[in-house]
């Protein structure tokens, strides 16, 4: 594997559901972020990690959980959703957190019903 | 705050016909500009980047020149193939003293038609 990957691509959950989405980069960075993007908005920054320690969380509701055990992976735990927080979740890394230029997944394709 | 603001799409240009995708900016301090492109099912990628005014960033044939005066970052390329459709946002880094935050874009997605 190379680059970020994230799983799963695609998840349908109910509201009262518990899932998690998974990241994970195999280019030795150590910051690694959340965004969600949701359609004709700009990319959301949700959270940032750098070396393992969150520095950043832009007033994310508290039914997302972030999670990063070490530099390589990062999770984001989900539970009781809204609808209007079906989105594309995308992670990102980059060498470090003054780094610039940020590399991206594929996304996890997330439907609340 | 910081803030970009880009065309909205999308743009249907036949093959072989000449791209412009328009973007400013607003920020404080000297960022760095960047194209990212998202193609149907994938996650963004880097497309080019200029850290300082005057730079010309270039890649696959696109460009975009850093315009300090004009506070404009466009987006060009001479002859677009359909393998270019997809969206295309604009975004802005800036060193904050303790972190380097991107600001992105809406996106413009653009369809290339034979």
């Known amino acids: 594997e190379t680059g970020v990957t994230q799983t799963p691509r695609h998840l349908v959950m109910g509201m009262t559901n518990k899932k998690s989405l998974k990241c994970e980069q195999h280019l030795g960075h150590n910051a690694m972020y959340w965004y969600k993007q949701s359609a004709k908005k700009p990319l959301e920054l949700m959270f940032v990690y750098n070396f393992k320690e969150q520095t950043e969380n832009n007033s994310v509701p508290s039914r997302f959980s972030p999670e990063c055990p070490n530099s390589s992976h990062l999770f984001l735990h989900l539970h009781t959703l809204q609808p209007e927080d079906s989105a594309l979740y995308l992670c990102?890394?980059?060498?470090?957190?003054?780094?610039?230029?940020?590399?991206f997944g594929p996304g996890t394709r997330l439907t609340v019903t | 705050g910081d803030s970009v603001t880009q065309m909205e799409g999308p743009v249907t240009l036949s093959e072989e016909a000449f791209l412009t995708i328009n973007c400013t900016y607003t920020a404080t301090g000297y960022p760095s500009l960047f194209w990212y492109v998202q193609y149907p099912g994938e996650g963004l990628q880097l497309l080019l980047k200029a850290t300082k005014a005057d730079d010309k960033g270039s890649n696959k044939g696109f460009e975009a020149t850093y315009r300090k005066e004009t506070t404009s970052f466009h987006l060009e390329k001479g002859s677009v193939q359909v393998s270019d459709s997809a969206v295309y946002f604009c975004?802005?880094?800036?060193?904050?003293?303790?972190?380097?935050?991107?600001?992105f874009g809406t996106g413009t997605r653009l369809q290339v038609t034979l």
């Open positions: 975004a802005l880094s800036r060193d904050t003293g303790t972190a380097s935050k991107l600001t």
């Open positions: 990102a890394s980059s060498q470090d957190r003054l780094a610039y230029e940020q590399y």
